[in-house]
């Protein structure tokens, strides 16, 4: 069982460059969500998704889009990277409830940086 | 919105006991977490609280008062590999995803 894989787990990019953050889940969980995570400031919201073909905006959206085409799977894109844009970037995902205790398992973390 | 407010840093001597609170501001609550980061990994799931008490879990406890909404993180005994970030978590309005607070480094010395 290999839980929530991202990869890669290390990109630099350029100014502009594009790029897809891949996020995959094997725990059939309904809610998966991106973060990022910058010094003294936490995990901060990107998007999240509660299914397949349902998303929404979280915290710091500007920037990002993302997808949810299947349960595993929930990329998220980096349309025209910017340098403000360097953090390490995790994956969640948990089982859909909302009053009940929702444990998220987390990622290992992309690190990415931008020139 | 969500917003948590926690102490940035904490230090504390092997096999002392330390507390790292945490208070929010919540649209809807579902809840009050607490997760562990050690340096370079991920955020691993420590334990939950629905209603007002403690929980215990081992040399870890957590307790909330949602009258006052605030909670905190009870480390006893501790041990050099409790050195890590703690973070507490409210679910957002919809209750859908995580809302974090900024984090407090525990830093444990012999």
């Known amino acids: ?115 | 919105g969500q917003s948590l407010e926690q102490p940035s840093e904490v230090t504390a001597v092997e096999g002392a006991i330390v507390q790292i609170n945490c208070t929010y501001q919540t649209s809807g609550f579902y809840g009050l977490s607490w997760y562990q980061q050690h340096d370079g990994g991920a955020p691993t799931f420590l334990s939950y609280n629905a209603l007002d008490g403690l929980e215990e879990t081992g040399r870890f406890s957590s307790f909330l008062s949602r009258s006052d909404s605030y909670g905190y993180l009870l480390l006893q005994e501790l041990q050099m590999k409790d050195s890590a970030s703690y973070f507490c978590a409210v679910k957002n309005q919809a209750g859908t995803a995580l809302i974090f607070g900024k984090g407090t480094t525990l830093s444990v010395s012999s």
């Not at chain 1, 085409?69 to 025209?80: G, I, N, Q, V, W």
Request: glycine share 8%; net charge neutral.
């Open chain 1, 1 to 115: 069982n290999a839980g929530v894989t991202q990869t890669p787990k290390f990109q630099v990019l350029k100014t502009g460059q594009s790029m897809t953050l891949q996020c995959a889940q094997d725990m059939n969980h309904e809610y998966m969500s991106w973060y990022r995570q910058d010094p003294g400031m936490g995990l901060r919201l990107i998007h999240y998704s509660v299914g397949a073909g349902i998303t929404d905006q979280g915290e710091v959206p500007n920037g990002y889009n993302v997808s949810r085409s299947t349960t595993e799977d929930f990329p998220l894109r980096l349309l025209s990277a910017a340098p403000s844009q360097t953090s390490v970037y995790f994956c969640a995902s948990s089982y859909s409830t909302v009053t009940m205790n929702t444990e998220a398992f987390f990622g290992q973390g992309t690190r990415l940086t931008v020139v």
